[in-house]
């Protein structure tokens, strides 16, 4: 799917390494595609977002998680130039810096971000859903004919461009099986449908780095499975897959990597089965939940978080039972 389809991919030689790291907020990883440090976004007296320092394995799916408001959407806004740092950015002391393949990002709108080959997705807003299922596919091209006058004005290469991107979304719309709905509209589809389409169009950039707004929200279980064998075959060709989610079962099963965080900073970091039920965690989750009435679609409740834990107990008793 992206440029790195040889990525020499070998989940177990990966699972391997990450499980050699120390399990601490900001521990360096051994092939970071992305570092951030001191990245901080205030609203009034209100601290939303305040990472030290955090880096993102090349090649591993990493989620990111944390309690209600802890800040993940915002550093996902953040990182992908959707929003600014309140210390400013750039290499000054006590302003935030990141980069994305070694090249700072600081200073770098969100199209250049997404030209840079870190893409997120988007939900559909009024307008997506009006148009057609292709036509969204083709605005996910990083080179849109109308975008680029340069282009516009060489009408063959133009129209060359245009054929290519059709290609390329027909085949992504196959491959997440939505060919057959190309031609209708956008709004039409079903909730899992949408979250097919999001992924798919993000695609059409080839990314590097994919990154993902809770991609389980409101999808029906008959297409769980199919979103979360198509995250993990995007992980196996090589791109880099950062998601934000609550779906705990979700996390558990396709993450190579959790990072936690809780009120605006990154509180824990490790592999999925002891990031997870670590006492800090549970605690941050708790101490978050603790004065709210919850809502009916909060999946992380109290008795969530324990069944996790006893089945990821009864997992590791297992696993050392075979050794
Ligand atoms: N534009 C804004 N103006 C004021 N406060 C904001 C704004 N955006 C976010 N916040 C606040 O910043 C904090 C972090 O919010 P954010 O949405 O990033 O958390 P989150 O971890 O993504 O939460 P959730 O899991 O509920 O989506 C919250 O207290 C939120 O109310």
Same mark, same amino acid.
């Given at each position: 799917m992206s440029d790195q389809a040889n990525y020499p991919y070998d989940r177990a030689a990966l699972r391997a390494e990450l499980r050699t790291l120390e399990q601490r907020p900001g521990v360096s990883k051994p092939d970071p595609i992305l570092t951030v440090d001191n990245m901080q976004r205030r609203f009034g007296g209100m601290t939303a977002v305040d990472v030290e320092?955090?880096?993102v394995q090349r090649g591993a799916i990493t989620a990111l998680i944390g309690p209600n408001g802890a800040g993940k959407t915002t550093f996902f806004n953040l990182l992908t130039g959707f929003d600014r740092p309140s210390n400013g950015a750039?290499?000054?002391?006590?302003k935030a810096g990141w980069a994305?393949?070694?090249?700072?990002?600081?200073?770098?709108?969100a199209t250049k971000v997404a030209r840079a080959g870190m893409i997120r997705t988007f939900q559909l807003t009024k307008a997506?859903?009006?148009?057609t299922v292709l036509e969204n596919m083709l605005i996910g091209a990083n080179d849109q004919p109308g975008e680029n006058l340069f282009v516009g004005l060489v009408k063959p290469l133009w &129209?060359?461009?245009?054929q290519e991107n059709i290609e390329r979304a027909d085949e992504l719309l196959k491959r997440f099986k939505l060919d057959a709905k190309r031609n209708d509209l956008a709004g039409g589809l079903s909730g899992g449908q949408k979250k097919l389409l999001e992924m798919a169009r993000a695609l059409m950039a080839n990314p590097s780095m994919i990154m993902l707004d809770e991609p389980m929200a409101g999808v029906n279980p008959a297409l769980t499975q199919s979103l979360l064998e198509h995250i993990q075959s995007l992980r196996d060709e090589g791109t880099t897959v950062l998601f934000v989610e609550h779906d705990m079962h979700m996390v558990r099963h396709i993450s190579d990597w959790v990072v936690v965080m809780a009120q605006g900073q990154v509180i824990a970091e490790g592999l999925p089965e002891e990031v997870m039920t670590s006492k800090a965690v549970v605690d941050a989750y708790l101490g978050a939940h603790h004065?709210?009435?919850l809502g009916d679609d909060d999946v992380l409740t109290t008795g969530v978080i324990? &069944?996790?834990?006893e089945e990821v107990a009864e997992?590791?008793?297992e696993e050392e039972a075979a050794r």
């Amino acid at each position: 799917m992206s440029d790195q389809a040889n990525y020499p991919y070998d989940r177990a030689a990966l699972r391997a390494e990450l499980r050699t790291l120390e399990q601490r907020p900001g521990v360096s990883k051994p092939d970071p595609i992305l570092t951030v440090d001191n990245m901080q976004r205030r609203f009034g007296g209100m601290t939303a977002v305040d990472v030290e320092h955090l880096e993102v394995q090349r090649g591993a799916i990493t989620a990111l998680i944390g309690p209600n408001g802890a800040g993940k959407t915002t550093f996902f806004n953040l990182l992908t130039g959707f929003d600014r740092p309140s210390n400013g950015a750039g290499s000054g002391s006590g302003k935030a810096g990141w980069a994305f393949e070694g090249r700072a990002l600081g200073r770098t709108n969100a199209t250049k971000v997404a030209r840079a080959g870190m893409i997120r997705t988007f939900q559909l807003t009024k307008a997506l859903s009006r148009m057609t299922v292709l036509e969204n596919m083709l605005i996910g091209a990083n080179d849109q004919p109308g975008e680029n006058l340069f282009v516009g004005l060489v009408k063959p290469l133009w &129209a060359k461009r245009e054929q290519e991107n059709i290609e390329r979304a027909d085949e992504l719309l196959k491959r997440f099986k939505l060919d057959a709905k190309r031609n209708d509209l956008a709004g039409g589809l079903s909730g899992g449908q949408k979250k097919l389409l999001e992924m798919a169009r993000a695609l059409m950039a080839n990314p590097s780095m994919i990154m993902l707004d809770e991609p389980m929200a409101g999808v029906n279980p008959a297409l769980t499975q199919s979103l979360l064998e198509h995250i993990q075959s995007l992980r196996d060709e090589g791109t880099t897959v950062l998601f934000v989610e609550h779906d705990m079962h979700m996390v558990r099963h396709i993450s190579d990597w959790v990072v936690v965080m809780a009120q605006g900073q990154v509180i824990a970091e490790g592999l999925p089965e002891e990031v997870m039920t670590s006492k800090a965690v549970v605690d941050a989750y708790l101490g978050a939940h603790h004065d709210r009435d919850l809502g009916d679609d909060d999946v992380l409740t109290t008795g969530v978080i324990r &069944a996790i834990a006893e089945e990821v107990a009864e997992e590791v008793e297992e696993e050392e039972a075979a050794r």
